[in-house]
């Protein structure tokens, strides 16, 4: 596993925390990476490999699911979407 985002462990948006994971993503295909910081105001927890298994998913500790089988933009949008929904 890799843990990706430790120089910027917050985010202002949930968009900008979308876009940053995705180039770590983009950058470390076929391998588990991980992401554990603050997004939007909340507590965020992320281990994924690839778009093909969000595995654990955790906003202000409370599981938000984990999917398998994501296309690239079902996996931003439902990340993005989440912390946004947790944030407000």
Known sequence: MIRVLEASPTYPTAAAFVADLNKARLANRKKWIVYVG???????????????????????????????????????????????????
């Not at 202000?60 to 690239?72: F, V």
């Not at 933009?73 to 990340?79: A, D, P, S």
């Open 38 to 88: 603050t997004v939007q105001g909340v507590a965020v927890e992320i281990k994924t490999y690839d778009t093909g298994y969000l595995q654990i998913f955790r906003v202000n500790g409370l599981n938000a699911g984990g999917q398998m089988d994501m296309k690239p933009t079902g996996w931003k949008e439902t990340i993005r979407e989440t912390i946004e929904r947790h944030a407000a």
